[in-house]
C-alpha cells in the first residue's frame, strides 16, 4: 500500500503534468522492484532465497548487501533492539525496506522537479517541501486502539521529515524482541520522526520490540524523536518529539 | 491476521481520549474528473486539470490489484492515491464497503486542523479500509462530492484545507 502525494513546482503546461506522471511511475516501479526483491512473503524473492540459505549475499541483487549495511547502522543506533539477526526464520530487513523503499520512491518524485511531494508506505510516511506555501506536513498519528482515531498530530517540516509507526495492533504481536525471543507486548505503539525514513522505520521497530527501553536511547540520537503507548495508555515522549499536542513533546 | 483487544479497549482508550484524540480536516478546493482507465506502466496521460487511473498488480507485498489514481488540479496539484484496492479473497466485500462516510464526519466534527496522512501500522488491507487513510484517499478518489463531507460543492482535495497553516517552517530537506 503506497500511496503518492505531489505539489507540482507552478501552475503548469501539460508537459509538466506528463513528467509528473513518468515520475509517478518510476516510484511505483521502484516499490514493486523493492517489493519483489525483499519480500519475505514471496518464496522466490531473493531475499527469501537468501534466508533458506540457498543463496549467498553476493549472488543478491547489490541493493539486498546495501540495505543489510543499513540494518546493521541501525541495529547499533537502536542499542540491538532492532536487529533483522536476531529474528525466527532468517535475517529479516522488512523492518527497515518500507522505509528506505518510499525514500526511493521519494526521490524519483522529487527529481521530477516537483515543488513538494510525500510517500506513504503502509503507514511509514517521507515528505520534502511544503503541502502548500508557508505550511508544514501535518500527519495524523493512528490511534493503537481505534483505526479511525487519531492518538496526536505531528507536524513535519525541515530535519523532522519522515514519520513511522510500528504498533501491536494489526497483525497481533508480531515484533519481536531480540533479547527474549517471544512477541514484545509490553507497548502498544511506537512512532519515530526524523530526518531518514529507513532509520525512523528500523527505530519504531526496535522501539517497539523494546517495550519501551530504547525511548532515552532515541533520545540520544541527533534528529530523532519518538512517541510510545505503553499497555496501559500512558503516553510517553522524548523531548522536541514535534506532536501538535501542547502536552506532548515537552519537558515535564 | 488482527487480533481483537476488545476487552482492555475501553480503559486505555479513556486514558487516550485526554490526550487530544480525534483532529479534523476541512476538505476544499477543486479535483478533476475521472476518465477512462490507463495504464500506469504506459505513463498516464495527466494534463492539467486531468486525471488518470492506472493499475499496478501486486504492490506492496502482492495483496492484489491496486489502481493508482493521479489529478491534476490547473496544475498545481497533483494527488496520487488508492482509487480502488481489490484483494483476492474473503476480503474484498470489506474493502468495498462504506466505512467511510462515518469516519470523515467523526473527523469533522472535532476540532483540528488538515492532515495530510496517517502513520500507523497499517499492514493488512482490511486494515486500511478501516482506516483513516482510507478515507483521506477517498476524499480525493471522489473529488469531494461524499455527502457526508458536507461541502456540496464538488470540492475536496484534501492538500486544498482551509485553516490549520503552518509556520512556514518547512523546507526541502
Known amino acids: 500500500m503506497a500511496s503518492l502525494t505531489i505539489r507540482e513546482a507552478a501552475a503548469t503546461a501539460a508537459e509538466t503534468t506528463t513528467e509528473t506522471g513518468a515520475a509517478v511511475d518510476r516510484a511505483l516501479a521502484v516499490l514493486h522492484h523493492v517489493d519483489q526483491v525483499f519480500s519475505t512473503w514471496q518464496p522466490d524473492s531473493p531475499v527469501s532465497r537468501l534466508r533458506r540459505g540457498e543463496i549467498e549475499l553476493a549472488a543478491a541483487p547489490p541493493e539486498v548487501a546495501w540495505v543489510l549495511e543499513l540494518c546493521r547502522r541501525a ?28 525514500e526511493l520512491a521519494l526521490a524519483e518524485l522529487r527529481k521530477s522537479g516537483a515543488a513538494a511531494a510525500m510517500v506513504n508506505a503502509g503507514g511509514d510516511i517521507a515528505v520534502f517541501g511544503e503541502p502548500q506555501p508557508g505550511q508544514q506536513w501535518r500527519i495524523g498519528i493512528r490511534h493503537p486502539l481505534a483505526a479511525d482515531r487519531l492518538l496526536t498530530v505531528v507536524t513535519l517540516g525541515g530535519h523532522d521529515r519522515t514519520v513511522a509507526t510500528s504498533g501491536n495492533y494489526e497483525r497481533g504481536p508480531h515484533v519481536v524482541d531480540p533479547s527474549a525471543g517471544g512477541p514484545a507486548q509490553t507497548l502498544l505503539a511506537a512512532t519515530v520522526v526524523g530526518p531518514d525514513l529507513a532509520f525512523a522505520d528500523a527505530l519504531a521497530t526496535g522501539l517497539l520490540a523494546s517495550g519501551g527501553k530504547a525511548l532515552a536511547r532515541i533520545a540520544g540520537l541527533r534528529g530523532y524523536s519518538a512517541l510510545i503507548v505503553e499497555h496501559d495508555g500512558t503516553v510517553r515522549t522524548t523531548l522536541g518529539f514535534p506532536a501538535t499536542d501542547a502536552r506532548l513533546g515537552q519537558a515535564a | 491476521m488482527r487480533r481483537s483487544k476488545a476487552a482492555p479497549a475501553a480503559a486505555i482508550v479513556a486514558t487516550a481520549v485526554g490526550l487530544g484524540v480525534i483532529l479534523g480536516y476541512h476538505p476544499s478546493g477543486g479535483t478533476a474528473t475521472l476518465p477512462a482507465s490507463v495504464k500506469v506502466g504506459a505513463t498516464a496521460g495527466v494534463g492539467a486539470g486531468v486525471s488518470a487511473v492506472g493499475t499496478d498488480q501486486t504492490l506492496a507485498g502482492g495483496l492484489g490489484d491496486i489502481q493508482v489514481r493521479v489529478s491534476a488540479q490547473n496544475g498545481k496539484i497533483t494527488n496520487v492515491g488508492l482509487a480502488k484496492l481489490t484483494v483476492h479473497g474473503p476480503q474484498s466485500a470489506q474493502i468495498t464497503g462504506s466505512v467511510v462516510p462515518q469516519l470523515i464526519q467523526e473527523t469533522m466534527a472535532a476540532n483540528g486542523g488538515p492532515i495530510q496522512a496517517v502513520s500507523g501500522a497499517t499492514y493488512t488491507s482490511q486494515a486500511y479500509a478501516t482506516s483513516l487513510q482510507a478515507a483521506l484517499d477517498k476524499i480525493a478518489a471522489t473529488g469531494g462530492t461524499n455527502a457526508a463531507l458536507g461541502t456540496g460543492n464538488g470540492n475536496g482535495g484534501v492538500l486544498n484545507n482551509s485553516g490549520g497553516g503552518g509556520d512556514g517552517g518547512g523546507n526541502d530537506n
Open chain 1, 75 to 102: 541495529r547499533a543506533a537502536s542499542g540491538g533492539w532492532f536487529d533483522p539477526w536476531r529474528l525466527p526464520g532468517g535475517v529479516d530487513p522488512t523492518g527497515l525496506v518500507k522505509g528506505w523503499a518510499a
